[in-house]
């Protein structure tokens, strides 16, 4: 997976960041920050913290992916495959949420475990089946089958993995904004805060695209 990443990294990243990195950054800068609790969550902070990350970052995750399968195609041929995908993947998603959000408010393992039955491939088997949501979620969970164990396991240790970039990037900003606050330059600190997170979340989406393909190549081989 390191080596399909690596050997393309700054054009994978290059497509991703207009549909992570900067919503990331113009949200962080823009709006207020998010309260302590959920239920002070405002309408506003709903759409521009979760919706709109949630589009976007879909579908640069099929943009990925795409380029991922076919690295000898441009990335306006990448977009343009993967723009007819994206209201599909999204319903794939969403029929995904339902048994996998129960499962993590049950416990987080079962959650884990339904989503590497049904939403871990998913982005693949859009990208290179296509086919209704249903069709999708159905094929995603007949392939793993087999590997049903070996997918939770790496899952659970990726899990582990993308808290582990996410804290290394919140303390990387903690300093970073001190740094700013100390030199007076506030404004400075935000937008470098909020560019290390935004940047962050773009590698986890390519690290999650790349995931995803290769266990799909393992799992169809």
Request: charged fraction near 10%; proline fraction near 6%.
């Amino acid at each position: 997976m390191t080596s399909l990443v690596l050997g393309d990294l700054s054009r994978l990243f290059f497509v991703a960041a207009p549909f992570t990195l900067l919503p990331s950054v113009a949200v962080q800068l823009l709006l207020p920050p998010l309260p302590a609790t959920v239920a002070e969550l405002s309408g506003q902070q709903i759409l521009f913290y979760i919706v709109l990350p949630f589009l976007t970052g879909n579908f640069a995750q099929l943009v990925v992916t795409a380029l991922l399968l076919r690295p000898d195609i441009t990335p306006r041929e990448a977009f343009a495959r993967a723009l007819p995908l994206w209201l599909p993947y999204l319903g794939v998603l969403l029929l995904a949420s339902l048994p996998v959000g129960f499962g993590l408010l049950l416990l987080l393992l079962p959650g884990l475990y339904l989503y590497a039955r049904l939403g871990f491939l998913a982005s693949t088997l859009m990208v290179t089946e296509g086919g209704a949501p249903m069709a999708v979620l159905r094929r995603g969970w007949q392939l793993s089958e087999r590997a049903q164990g070996v997918l939770f396991l790496f899952l659970l240790v990726a899990m582990f993995g993308v808290i582990g970039v996410l804290m290394l990037a919140g303390i990387a900003g903690s300093a970073v904004s001190a740094l700013a606050t100390l030199v007076g330059a506030d404004a400075v600190g935000r937008f470098l805060v909020a560019l290390l997170g935004g940047a962050a979340s773009t590698m986890v989406a390519i690290a999650g695209a790349a995931a995803s393909v290769v266990c799909w190549r393992q799992l169809r081989g």
